[in-house]
């Protein structure tokens, strides 16, 4: 999951006690170590949970003559192909880890290096010379980013617990009534924003913050299409959805699948079962209340493609689990599946450093009710 935090000043170089305390606050998220690196009106710092360059991976790193430094919170998923082409262009690498390639890919294309990743990040790089901080986040905000930017004193962290908090912001808790959720850039505190996904920050050494979208993901129009043919789309989504699963399993650790009874992450466990050369984990929760009890259809799933399969009845206690969810999430949210997950999410942890999940199956394929309802809402209004 790995954790990172910073400290941008304009007036003088940041406290190293209070970024040691910021990353201290992030150490769940990155036990396996620890690193900072402070320079000029910049400090940088980033707990790692070690998947990919188990040895030579540790944060914050620096490019060849130290101008440039990045701490990442992600995975990238092409970055072998990146390496590949920005070392025909000449650029050395001193790690075998996917952050390594946000330093030269910024070296080579500046703030727009964002556009050039697949996968899922919060990234920040400390360019020295040009004296500019630039965060960014993924195009579909999966990894979190905050940031508080107040008399031109950056700070930005993972979470926000490791930022100053301040009031509560009414407009965000309007959005979460709204919502069971707070959208970016609201936080559930006035100060304390989100950088919203597919977009980049740039810091000055005056203070100033720019930030500018570089991404905005949708569906690709129907005039589009390559063809219309309904066996052809279905070969094609079959083909990306491989592609994709493959390149979540680019790992230096073992990586399982959380199996629910649904189709989507069902799908999911096939895939990465055929794509795998071992045997994939897979973990399933139950409960003794049969109507919400998947543990057979996951059971089935898991047979059929040789899986070790964990599963786990639960009997969860709201007045142990309620606090515990409140203190992980850091603001409110109000999805009741989030129950489930953080549960499945204790039995994977047990296991594997790495997950798959189902999660965005719905958004992407048009899977809930309300999709239909909302459809429906425009052509019965006049009625």
Known sequence: MCGICGIASPVGPPDPDRLAAMSDALVHRGPDSGGMHLDGPVGLAARRLAIIDLAGGDQPISNEDASCTVVQNGEIYNFPELRRELERAGHTFRTHSDTEVHLHL?????????????????????????????????????????????????????????????????????????????????????????????????????????????????????????????????????????????????????????LSGGVDSAALAALAAQESTDAIHTFTIGFAERSFDERADARLVAERYGTNHHELLVRPDPTVLLPALAEAFDEPFADSSALPTYLVSQLAAEHVKVALSGEGGDELFGGYYTYAADQLADRLAPF
């Open 106 to 258: 910024y070296e080579q294309h500046g703030p727009d290096f964002a556009r050039r990743l697949r996968g899922m990040f919060a990234v920040a790089i400390w360019d020295a010379r040009r004296r500019r901080l630039v965060l960014a986040r993924d195009r579909y905000g999966i990894k979190p980013l905050y940031y508080r930017h107040i008399g031109g004193v950056l700070e930005f962290a993972s979470e926000v617990r490791a930022l100053p908090r301040g009031e509560i912001d009414l407009d965000a808790l309007e959005a979460f009534l709204a919502f069971n959720s707070i959208p970016a850039p609201y936080s559930i505190f006035r100060e304390v924003h989100k950088l919203p996904a597919g977009h980049v920050l740039v810091w000055e050494e005056n203070g100033t913050v720019h930030v500018d979208r570089y991404a905005r993901p949708g569906p690709v129009p129907i005039e589009e299409l390559r063809t219309d043919d309904e066996a052809e789309l279905i070969e094609e989504l079959r083909a990306r959805l491989r592609d994709s699963v493959r390149a979540h399993l680019l790992s230096d650790v073992p990586v399982g699948v959380m």
